[in-house]
């Protein structure tokens, strides 16, 4: 029972740090990767910044997977409630424990 706690507990955890590994790595593959100018040919007609200012042109479908306002939304949403839920389920089980506190 305390090993499927752990499982559970970490698979939790694993959607925030997903979600921020997931911008992260889309983030440097745009600065990387996409055009600097409008690509008519591809599509690439969406400005975008990147990489702490850099401006990229994205299709409208990589915009939408990576700065639609919908897209953020959902990203914030279960970014903010896997993190919540890990910290109620850890508080509640006492999986994760902090050294300083008394056992």
Not at 38 to 59: I, K, Q, S, W
């Amino acid at each position: 029972m305390k090993s499927l706690r752990y499982v559970m507990l970490f698979g939790l955890l694993g959607i925030p740090f997903g979600i921020l590994g997931r911008m992260i790595y889309l983030d440097t593959y745009y600065y990387e990767s996409a055009p600097r100018a409008p690509d008519l040919a591809r599509g690439a007609v969406m400005p975008v910044n990147v990489h702490h200012g850099a401006t990229v042109f994205l299709t409208s479908e990589e915009w939408r997977r990576f700065q639609s306002p919908t897209a953020v939304a959902v990203q914030c949403t279960a970014f903010l409630l896997g993190a919540a839920a890990a910290f109620v389920l850890n508080r509640r089980w006492k999986l994760l424990r902090n050294s300083r506190d008394p056992a």
